[in-house]
């Protein structure tokens, strides 16, 4: 495999392999350092939502980037599968969040309200009663006074995704070094010089960093903050049942094989990604309290994992100013954004005319 490239991407899950997948489609060479598994990997923990609703409610630019990457999604996916054969499961018809106090949901609606006006009314959300929702979703009863509903939300199996991304790089030329972790970087004027913990040498004239929690310690050999910490969600899964869930919501979800994935915790921790029955009892009687039927269900699996959060939890674009040439990519909704990071991202890492402005995202936001 080449150890000289055009960009090395370090990190190889979701965020660095769609960082990866955007830039080999530009025609640039790529080698991936990636950890082992034994690190904390979101990517392999993760909820599986594509998803705009709700976020960036106080900073209009973080709304319009997930739209961006929500609207191209389809196309995304589709090429993918064509590229790789693997089918990713992408349901995109919508999704809910749920209400069972009128004053929360007025609350969220005002939010949704202000957030439409500030993106010049493109921001397509509807309201639905407590009789809409339970119309539209039969296994909605009990305390639900509404919902509101985003027309390009949805769903996919992200470890799926993982693989398509994976795969479709490979092809693309990706040289991918698993279990090669960076431990020590160089600049001079030929570019980068990058050892593992292994003896690996590897060089190229650009960095991206996508490790994830591991910014937190290699941030800093560049230049950056490195400005994350971790936060844990738990997930519980049922039996598998035959469809009756049409749509997800930011907590309960069918996944393609049949079983209803539930989760919403976020917890302060630290690095543990442990499952505590104390979490996953509350997980459980709040997704009751929206489908009382899910009180029938066995469940048959749950895990913890660890969110990669920046302070005010958006995502994190910097071109270091102390190492030219490397730049910082992190963020908590990675499977949102994949479409976005190898499509739009990836301009910007390039430097192409038509790169979207990121400085909004910058880490000059954190003044520390
Ligand atoms: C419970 C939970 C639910 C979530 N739900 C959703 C959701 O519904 N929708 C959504 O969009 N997002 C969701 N997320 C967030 C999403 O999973 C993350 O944003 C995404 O996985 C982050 O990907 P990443 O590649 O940055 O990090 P990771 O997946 O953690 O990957 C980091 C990689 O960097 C590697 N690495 C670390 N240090 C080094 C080193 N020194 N050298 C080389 N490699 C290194 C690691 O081995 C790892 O492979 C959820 C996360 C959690 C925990």
């Known amino acids: 495999m080449r150890t000289e490239a055009d960009f090395v991407v370090i990190g190889g899950g979701i965020v660095g392999l769609s960082v990866a997948h955007g830039l080999l489609g530009r025609g640039k060479s790529v080698i991936c350092l990636d950890g082992s598994d034994t690190d904390f ?11 705009v609703q709700g976020k960036g409610i106080n900073a209009p630019h973080y709304a319009a980037w997930s739209q961006m990457a929500v609207r191209e999604y389809p196309e995304f996916v589709a090429n993918l599968t064509e590229d790789t054969g693997i089918e990713v499961s ?49 296994m909605v009863d009990g ?11 949805g769903h996919v199996n992200p470890l799926q995704l993982l693989q398509a991304l994976a795969e479709s790089c490979q092809k693309r030329g990706l040289a991918h070094y698993l279990g090669e972790r960076l431990t020590a970087v160089s600049q001079n004027g030929d ?14 004239a650009k960095v991206v960093l996508c490790a994830g929690l591991g910014a937190k310690v290699l941030g800093p050999m560049f230049g950056f903050k490195g400005l994350v910490r971790p936060q844990r969600g738990q997930v519980l899964v049922t039996e598998k049942l035959p469809p009756v869930i049409n749509r997800p919501s930011v907590t309960i979800r069918q996944v393609n094989e049949g079983a209803i994935q539930i989760g919403d915790s976020k917890e302060e921790v630290g690095f543990n990604d442990n499952e505590t029955q104390a979490q996953m009892a509350r997980i459980a009687s709040k997704a009751i309290k929206i489908m009382p039927k899910l009180a029938q269900l066995r ?31 992190t963020c908590h909704s990675g ?10 991202l990836s301009r910007w890492l390039v430097g192409a005319e038509s790169a979207p402005d990121l400085s909004a995202f910058s880490e000059d936001r954190f003044n520390v």
């Open 41 to 51: 990997r979101a990517s392999r923990g993760n909820f599986g939502l594509v998803w």
């Open 90 to 138: 992408l349901q995109q018809t919508g999704g809910y969040e749920y209400f069972s106090d009128p004053e929360a949901m007025d609350e969220r609606l005002n939010q949704f309200k202000s957030l439409k006006k500030a993106l010049g009314g493109d921001y397509p959300v509807e309201v639905l009663s407590a009789e809409d929702i339970r119309k539209e979703e039969p």
């Open 143 to 153: 305390e639900t006074v509404g919902a509101t509903f985003y027309p390009h939300d």
């Open 191 to 204: 570019g980068f010089h990058l050892q593992t913990e292994k003896g690996l040498e590897v060089s190229a």
């Open 299 to 329: 469940l048959v699996r749950s895990w913890g994992a660890l969110r990669v959060m920046s302070p005010d939890g958006l995502p994190v674009y910097q071109h270091s100013k102390t190492m030219p040439g490397a730049f910082l990519v």
């Open 335 to 344: 499977i949102t954004l994949s479409a976005t990071h190898s499509r739009n």
